[in-house]
């Protein structure tokens, strides 16, 4: 009788160490992609940090043109059909790059 229990033991023991074993190997793997995740997302953070400092400045020097521009349309009320259609398409530029800029955040949020 003592016997059968040492079996069963021996079996449970072994079992176990089979599981821990598993366990242990599984989160080996998970703490390497994790490191692997972090530095993905620290890469995509850095590339995304630049591409944002370099579209907030096209967009300062859009908006400041348009400044310009509205400036000299105030000067000069006569002849100002070429400057309104200037600032028309600045501003249609403008919006066109804010929308580019807004589909890269999303576009860098997914990625993330």
Do not use: P
């Amino acid at each position: 009788c003592l016997s059968k229990i040492v079996i069963r033991h021996r079996d449970v023991g072994f079992k176990l160490g089979e599981w821990i074993s598993e366990l242990s190997s599984g989160l080996n793997h998970i703490q390497i992609k994790t490191a692997n995740c972090k530095t993905e997302v620290n890469q995509l953070d850095k590339d995304h940090g630049k591409q944002l400092k370099k579209m907030r400045s096209v967009m300062k020097k859009r908006s400041g043109s348009l400044v310009k521009l509205d400036k000299k349309i105030k000067e000069k009320r006569k002849g100002s059909n070429e400057h309104s259609q200037k600032k028309e398409y600045e501003v249609g530029e403008l919006l066109l790059q804010c929308k580019e800029f807004e589909e890269q955040e999303k576009t860098a949020v997914m990625k993330m």
